[in-house]
């Protein structure tokens, strides 16, 4: 498109002569005066507009890096041109990127992908051996032997036939399939891909997909693109977030009315919450809580028999974005399917198919997540020291922001059990609402706003996550530094302060 877009450009303004031997100068101005003569054709309606384009996606909401992190865009651009702000920097915890926080990257898994990025290097003296044995793994079952060509749509074999040992390790001897691994483009791509194959049917047998009210605004997303009916179930923020049965019960109920509910989402570590409960997800290295323990749904399944494991169809995710590696620009990931039907798991590897294939990298880096260093090999010390200061870290940090925030009159969190975010609601002023209302904002978008211009701090309005009618909340990652957390959480403290007192 850009290719024939410069040749068309090309051929139209040539730098001295133009395509009829006249000069530069003389075909602009013949161009210019056709544009006089037919306004009509040069402004002619454009197909695409908000009315004609596919009203699914336009229905589509991203809160994540939604209007608010717009504006912390325009600010920093302001504080870069000298403009004077009460602040000097943009702290943006709107988004779980640990790297962009400051963290460190694991250092064997960057070694092994620079190994198979440039395959020189693995006559390099300053690779560990256990690197380069991973790295030739890959690198081998890679077509040319190069990370560089496309592999088959379900994933690299090796790759996924790792991901199988991870995830029979992880569960305590429950078996995985290598053939019922696919490989993805991040967790969000194999989410969107099971979602796009479940949803089907008109009216009331249209397909209704329950999620959890908070909910990571990827599900709501995917749902409005697809037409879906989205079935929320709220979870009790009274009690930590739980998932309470009787409320699924209700939420399957009240959506049999007008749809046919048969698709249950469960995110695990939760996002936002940081809600553990004993089962499956993308943060499944992210629990801090000492009271909790990850379990995952298909071992759950296991454990409750046949009737189950052979019957309860499940699709599990992982990815290379969390956990204490980090690694969201590699894009890896990785879905695990149980109990399909085989003709649909064909469907499944026709729909990747169309997109060719997951990056090659990311799958690489995936691999490195699901196949670490173990005692006696070189790398296990380093890499063991680096994954547990990470998540050391981060538990630490989920603590302090939990004591801070419960200390500020007005914001009340729950403790953060996993994953790497606050969801701490807040106390809204009437007046702060009608000074929102005054401003078309909904009352947490006012705040985060408010919040953002006053102290540069990034964070997402609960309200793009969803939550209880008349409740306020907002999402905030505990990603920055211990240092710079604590000065996070003081700003936060102090504006909420200020806000109550300018809004009483
Ligand atoms: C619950 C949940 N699922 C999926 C994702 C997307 O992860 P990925 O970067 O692997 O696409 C995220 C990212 O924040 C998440 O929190």
Not at 148 to 170: F, H, K, L, P, W
Not at 177 to 183: A, C, K, R, T
């Amino acid at each position: 498109m850009q290719r024939a877009a410069a040749l068309v450009r090309r051929g139209c303004c040539p730098r001295t002569l133009g395509p009829w031997g006249r000069s530069q100068s003389s075909a602009a101005a013949e161009a210019s005066a056709v544009l006089k003569v037919r306004p009509e054709r040069s402004r002619r309606e454009r197909i695409l507009t908000l009315e004609s384009m596919n009203p699914q996606v336009k229905a589509v909401e991203y809160a994540v890096r939604g209007p608010i992190v717009l504006k912390a865009g325009e600010i920093e651009l302001e504080l870069q041109r000298g403009i004077k702000k009460p602040f000097t920097e943009v702290i943006r915890a709107n988004i779980g990127d640990a790297h962009a926080m400051g963290q460190q990257p694991i250092t064997f898994l960057r070694q092994v992908m620079a190994l198979c990025t440039y395959p020189n290097l693995l006559d390099s003296p300053s690779f560990p051996e256990d690197a380069k044995k991973r790295a030739r793994r890959i690198l081998q079952a890679c077509g040319g032997n190069s990370l560089g060509s496309y592999s088959a749509s379900q994933g690299v074999n090796c790759i996924r036939e790792d991901v199988a040992a991870y995830i029979t390790r992880r569960d305590g001897g429950v078996p995985a399939d290598p053939d019922n691994i696919y490989l993805t483009t991040g967790a969000s791509d194999g989410i969107s891909t099971i979602l796009k194959i479940l949803v089907s049917g008109g009216g009331k047998s249209r397909t209704g997909v329950m999620i959890p009210i908070p909910q990571y605004p990827l599900y709501s997303a995917v749902i409005s693109e697809l037409d879906a009916i989205q079935v929320n179930y709220y979870l009790d923020e009274d009690n930590c977030w739980a998932l309470n049965v009787n409320e699924l019960r209700r939420a399957v109920r009240q959506a049999k009315e007008h749809c046919n509910p048969k698709v249950l989402c469960i995110i695990n570590p939760g996002n936002p919450t940081g809600l553990c409960f004993t089962s499956l997800g993308v943060y499944q290295d992210n629990v801090y809580s000492p009271d909790c323990k990850f379990h995952s749904f298909k071992k759950v399944l296991y454990e409750m028999g046949p009737e189950y494991s052979s019957n309860v169809e499940l699709a599990s995710f992982h990815s290379t974005s969390k956990g204490y590696m980090g690694e969201c620009g590699y894009r890896g990931g990785y879905m695990e399917v149980i109990n399909l039907h085989p003709e649909i798991k064909g469907q499944l590897v026709k729909l990747l198919s169309v997109r060719l294939c997951p990056p090659v990298s990311g799958q690489a880096a995936m691999d490195i997540v699901v196949n670490p260093p173990v005692p006696g090999e070189e790398s296990f010390e380093q890499f063991s020291r680096e994954k547990e200061s990470v998540l050391g870290n981060l538990a630490k940090k989920a603590k302090l922001t939990e004591d801070l925030f419960n200390q500020v009159p007005g914001i009340h969190c729950n403790p953060l059990q996993g994953a790497m975010y606050a969801f701490p609601r807040i106390f809204i002023p009437t007046k702060a609402m009608e000074a929102a209302q005054a401003h078309k904002m909904a009352p947490d978008m006012f705040y985060c706003m408010k919040l953002l211009e006053e102290t540069g701090i990034c964070v997402v309005p609960g309200s793009g996550f969803g939550q209880r009618e008349g409740t306020y909340h907002f999402r905030m990652t505990i990603l920055p530094p211990v240092e710079k957390l604590k000065t996070v959480l003081q700003k936060v403290k102090d504006f909420h302060i200020k806000f109550l007192e300018k809004y009483a």
